[in-house]
């Protein structure tokens, strides 16, 4: 039988992976300490009614939170596009969303956990034939999916763009022996946000630098707090630089956490009042340095966790 489209409600997207290890939880509480005082007497003000849901689901929802990716993480997204065509409908294409901003890398896709797609682009075992997958890592200039168009011209057009977001296209053909539940939970092995500021080298890149990466969300003017690198009412630079130092030593048993990926999730509702976006923005630095006060150096280069 043709795919039954279902909607799978849960939100994609949470904080994950620890921050970082050694002395930079006393290095980022210097990092605009007037500014992360005020924003932890906000975060003293009722939680938003905003949740955090496991990321390793796809949805598809009308209203969705900005998904904001640093480091390595494997995760869901949204479907914004979904549309069954052929005889008896045996062709599913769908455009899923990963992240609201450029990406260094899409790599492998898994069905229900399993690698359907390595990092090639080549379908692998029962989904080889089944499956055709398009990449787009969220360029300001970027195009719309050539495959899609060429498939769907009525449907998805060269101005169907999607600039500034990360996305994949699959086409899937049916099989019962394939497709047996129907569209299957799809996640992604992605290499996060490319465009992080490093004051050592004064250049921006990709990073999984924990202190880089919190500075990054805390200087973004739209979905951060606009706590500019360098400015008086900023972050200040050199504790910046500190606190990256830090994060870059390399200890064994604690390599794993400072490489881990971070997943920031932050709810741009459009009905959400100033109000609220104080309280989300609160919310997210309270577990982000949370997380930094959990994570303790030991001092034979193990790892406690308060």
């Not at 060429?150 to 049916?174: Q, S, V």
Request: glycine share 10%; hydrophobic share 40%; net charge positive.
């Amino acid at each position: 039988m043709p795919f039954i489209v279902t909607a799978v409600t849960a939100i994609a997207g949470a904080i994950s992976g620890v921050l970082a290890a050694g002395g930079i939880g006393a290095a980022l509480l210097r990092i605009g300490g007037t500014l992360l005082l005020s924003y932890a007497a906000q975060a003293l003000m009722p939680k938003p009614q905003t949740t955090m849901q496991p990321r390793t689901v796809t949805i598809r929802e009308p209203v969705v939170p900005r998904d904001l990716v640093y480091g390595r993480t494997r995760k869901g997204g949204v479907i914004v596009f979904l549309h069954s065509s052929g005889s008896d409908n045996k062709f599913l294409d769908m455009v899923i969303v990963l992240a609201t901003h450029r990406v260094k890398s899409i790599g492998a896709i898994y069905f229900e956990g399993e690698v359907a797609v390595n990092a090639a682009g080549t379908a692998q075992g029962r989904w080889a034939g089944k499956v055709v997958v398009e990449k787009k890592l969220g360029a300001a200039n970027q195009t719309a999916f050539e495959g899609l168009r060429a498939a769907l011209p009525d449907k998805w057009t060269e101005n169907h763009r999607l600039r500034g977001c990360a996305a994949i296209r699959l086409r899937l053909t049916y099989h019962q022996d394939t497709f047996p539940g129907g569209i299957p939970n799809i996640t992604v092995d992605l290499e996060g946000k490319d465009d992080i500021w490093d004051p050592r080298t004064q250049t921006v890149g990709y990073s999984e630098n924990p202190a880089l990466c919190l500075a990054d969300y805390m200087a973004n003017p739209t979905w951060g707090i606009g706590a500019r690198i360098g400015q008086p009412d900023g972050i200040d630079e050199m504790s910046l630089v500190e606190a990256a130092n830090i994060c870059d030593e390399t200890v064994s048993s604690c390599r794993r956490w400072i490489r881990a990926a971070l997943c920031l999730q932050r709810s741009d509702h459009p009905l959400g009042s100033p109000e609220d976006d104080h309280r989300r923005d609160a919310l997210f630095l309270r577990r982000a340095l949370r997380l930094l006060g959990r994570v303790l150096a030991h001092p034979y280069g193990g790892l406690a966790r308060a």
